[in-house]
T-cell receptor, first 118, second 115 residues
Framework: AQKVTQAQTEISVVEKEDVTLDCVYE???????LFWYKQPPSGELVFLIR??????QNEISGRYSWNFQKSTSSFNFTITASQVVDSAVYFC???????????????FGTGTLLAVQP | DAGVIQSPRHEVTEMGQEVTLRCKPI?????LFWYRQTMMRGLELLIY????????DSGMPEDRFSAKMPNASFSTLKIQPSEPRDSAVYFC?????????????FGPGTRLLVL
């Protein structure tokens, strides 16, 4: 069954520290997408990145980077030189394909609350 | 470009009342999703539409919940009668659906409190 596990419930760091958020997934599909979303205290869900199952290249966007490893079914997210504004809940999600049609049901992890202290 | 629009942003109602949540997807998106977020269950998909047609409503909790999408730019999620356990944040999301697996963009959510 498709499943996303974010084992870290809460992480607290001091500003300028690097922090890595872990995500482990399970799927039977060979074609799938993985996502990270950010939910700041204001409550909205903000899309950060999408990665498909055929592209294992790491990606960097400013202070954010993502490490996708199919061998360990992991898609980890690192914030370099964290800032107070990075404080939020971060969700990892897996897109599940329904073979009966074109669908993209998202399976979310339980989220990791990141608190960056000044 | 406007993102997904949801209304109302906050709703407080009494048990037994009817509640209607509204969503306008991003123009050009033909898939629409309703999610519910609670502390106990996290983010869970309630229903989604493709080209205005409900594809999967297996996440709808019970018959008190219903959703419609009368056209490509509008959807409603109705709870009748509402109960305190329906208190949650309800998100609407939209995406394109060229073969599936497309990115879903979320609205700001409706925070529902049923007293």
């Amino acid at each position: 069954a498709q499943k996303v596990t974010q084992a870290q419930t809460e992480i607290s760091v001091v500003e300028k520290e690097d922090v890595t958020l872990d995500c482990v997934y399970e799927t039977r599909d060979t074609t799938y997408y993985l996502f990270w979303y950010k939910q700041p205290p204001s409550g909205e869900l903000v899309f950060l990145i999408r990665r498909n199952s055929f592209d294992e290249q790491n990606e960097i966007s400013g202070r954010y980077s993502w490490n996708f490893q199919k061998s360990t079914s992991s898609f980890n997210f690192t914030i370099t030189a964290s800032q107070v504004v990075d404080s939020a809940v971060y969700f990892c999600a897996l897109s599940e394909r329904n073979y009966g049609g074109a669908t993209n049901k998202l399976i979310f992890g339980t989220g990791t609350l990141l608190a960056v202290q000044p | 470009d406007a993102g997904v629009i949801q209304s109302p942003r906050h709703e407080v109602t009494e048990m037994g009342q009817e509640v209607t949540l509204r969503c306008k997807p991003i123009s050009g998106h033909n898939s629409l999703f309703w999610y519910r977020q609670t502390m106990m269950r996290g983010l869970e998909l309630l229903i989604y539409f493709n080209n205005n047609v409900p594809i999967d409503d297996s996440g709808m909790p019970e018959d008190r919940f219903s959703a419609k999408m009368p056209n490509a730019s509008f959807s409603t999620l109705k709870i009748q009668p509402s109960e305190p356990r329906d208190s949650a944040v309800y998100f609407c999301a939209s995406s394109t659906s060229s073969g599936g697996l497309e990115t879903q963009y979320f609205g700001p959510g409706t925070r529902l409190l049923v007293l």
